[in-house]
């Protein structure tokens, strides 16, 4: 621990504001009252999948495509989870196997 | 009660020389699916929805659009009509149309005194008599009583309820198989928990109590009944539960994870289910290690918590409508709104006979039970041994791969995954690991507002 438990308390307090805040913001700006624009109503239809496409990438943000190993254990390991989530659509088991390649990969592999 | 006093006067009608989109018309226009068909003031037969589907082209039929247009609009009602149609006399009792409906199978009569057509009654109506006889929406208490059917049990019961002063607004009897019925009994009062001992000590089972606050209309009523309160709650827990399955799965992963990166950062169970009660989401709870380990920074820290959360805010929009009448729970669905649990919410549809609300709700708190108790495991985990955890933060991405599959796989229309992707990628390169997040989420935005005619044409296809 490099911080205070005091200081560690507050920046959680602080996270778990901002976080609600995130959540609440809609809600806050269209009471319950009024009917959702149409425009919403799309938006609601379709910016879930185009989110979930910009958190994949949100987690390979840290990897580097130009220097070693060129971010071939992301690359193995994703492919290794849609082989065996389209396989088996075993949500556990993909994400499972995916997880101890990955964890293989930069542990021994790609050191 | 006669029938009088629940049919509704003045019906629209129609005449037997109007066509069958004339008919069409009025039933959309005013919302009703039966019409009296009436010439100079005389009933001459009657015209429901059924009749008229009955005439139209079955939906393999060889005419073209216009051909059938056309020979509808030629159809008149007097072709298509029931001819001498049931009726009923408005100083009949409500039994008697109700049997005559049952009798004769169909679902409205016309009320006819002297040839003329004064009004129609409908199944609704008998429907709404009978709510009203076992004041089933009326203010007060309503016990429904099991009783040994032998003389002197109804005054027993009423002098029971007498004795404590509440006046007796209905009594209705079902009588039952093997000498025993139930007595429906409304009182005025709220406070009844007296009178509901001293009938028990009498000997009577209180089968069903039910209390409303005020008049209410059926959505609104509370019920009380302990066996039926509980019953809907555990048979909606048990299919919140079904649905959470793949959610616990990486809820178990990334949760586990979660518990062992940070108690490798000196911070141990506790902390680990501090941040899972309070922050509750998951990739940011990634990040929170980071900010953990670093230099007491408060500006950075909320700066960091909105970019990596902003894409809520898209949730709550998506959930604006869901969420309207969620009442009382309404503050802990937005709180408990992670990318999991808004993924199910999307997906998952309540089972036929159970509550959506209590559904969704338990959905909510399930997910959030796992992510605690995962933490938690992993944190102790954590504490107990020392491993090399490098690479398991991979989890999160595993998991939105798969989440990814998932949806692509659900839908047919591809564009706005392939925009979610490919927006972030070129955002990525363009401003950098740690500025991308809100320039992605804006050019998404603007992507899905430009392709919006492309994407909603495809969705309709």
Known sequence: ?????????????????????????????????????????????????????????YCLKGTSVTSYPFGLSELISIAAVTAVHLWKKNTLLSIGSGTVIYMLLVQFVFR | MFVRTKMTANPFTISPDQTIPDAHEMMAKYGIRRLPV???????????????????PSKATTFSMGEITYLLSKTK????????????????????????????????LPVVDNGKLIGIITESDIFDSFIELLGFREHGTRLTIEAVDEPGIMSNLTSIIGKFGANITRVAVYRGASGKSAVVVGINSMNTAEIERSIEEQGFKILHKLQNEEILFAERIIFISPQGDRLMKSRALKAAFICTLPVLAGYFFLGTAFGILLSGKGYGPGWAILMSVCIYAGSMQFVAIDLLTGSFNLLNTIFVTFMVNARHIFYGLSMLDRFRNTGKG????????TDETFSLLCSAKPPQGVDGKMFYFFIALLNHIYWIASSALGGLVGSAFSFNAKGMDFV??????????????????????????????VCLIAFGADKFILP????????LTVFKKTIERRNAT
């Open chain 1, 1 to 57: 621990m490099t911080l205070t438990p005091g200081q560690s308390l507050i920046i959680i307090l602080v996270i778990s504001f901002v976080t609600l805040l995130t959540r609440a913001v809609p809600f806050i700006f269209f009471p319950s009252k009024r009917k959702t624009p149409e425009f919403l109503a799309y938006l609601s239809g379709t910016l879930p999948l185009a989110v979930i496409g910009m958190l994949v990438i």
């Open chain 2, 38 to 56: 009436v010439k100079n003031g005389k009933l001459v037969g009657v015209v429901s929805k059924d009749d008229i589907l009955r005439a139209s």
């Open chain 2, 77 to 108: 009602i007097s072709q298509i009509m029931t001819k001498n149609p049931v009726v009923i006399t408005s100083g009949a009792l409500l039994e008697e149309a109700a049997t005559l409906m049952r009798d004769n199978d169909v679902g409205f």
């Open chain 2, 330 to 337: 309404k503050a802990y669905m937005i709180f408990s709104l």
């Open chain 2, 396 to 425: 999160m991405t595993a998991l939105f791969v798969v989440i990814f599959i998932n949806q692509w796989k659900a839908n047919k229309n591809h564009v706005p995954a392939v925009i979610g992707i490919g927006v972030s990628a």
């Open chain 2, 440 to 447: 992605s989420m804006a050019f998404i935005l603007l992507s």
